[in-house]
């Protein structure tokens, strides 16, 4: 990756999905996740690692700087005081196409549930939303397959 991009997991439900993407980061230079809510961690609330997590990460919790936020507001604030570009990965009308999207060299991405998407609080003080053109049936991705893909297109 060659911009520095901070992702930004709002909510995730599944162990499974954030541990993906936690490997997916990794490989392509993320420089921090901010896990936001109900999402899962690395570790549980002992701090003993979880077996469930690392199974799927494969050891990227250890190379890619995270922490854990109550909420998004103060994290979105922060960020965007740092100098860092607000991106929401959803799908409302209006959203850029994510292909034509171009970023800043500083960008967050925030990506949501996989039922409810990102938060209202969050689209609103989002600088831009982009989607993924969906040309099948379905009318989206899995959030780990589309975090990779967003974050592949956005580096």
Aim: charged share 25%; with cysteine.
């Amino acid at each position: 990756m060659t911009k520095t991009c901070v992702l930004v997991l709002e909510n995730i439900r599944s162990v499974e999905n954030a541990g993906s993407i936690f490997r997916t980061a990794d490989g392509l230079g993320v420089s921090k996740i901010i896990l936001i809510g109900t999402t899962p961690a690395p570790v549980d609330r002992f701090g003993r690692k979880r077996a469930d997590f690392a199974k799927v990460s494969l050891g990227a919790e250890d190379s890619v700087e995270w922490e854990y936020r109550e909420e998004i507001g103060s994290v979105i604030k922060g960020l965007k005081s740092d100098g860092f570009m607000i991106i929401a990965l959803e799908q409302p009308p209006g959203a850029k196409n994510l292909r034509e999207f171009k970023t800043k060299e500083l960008f967050a991405l925030v990506v949501g549930n996989e039922v409810h998407g990102v938060s209202k609080e969050a689209l609103a003080k989002a600088d831009a939303i982009v989607e993924i053109p969906m040309l099948g049936r379905k009318e989206s991705l899995n959030v780990s397959v589309s975090t990779g893909i967003a974050l592949f297109v956005l580096s």
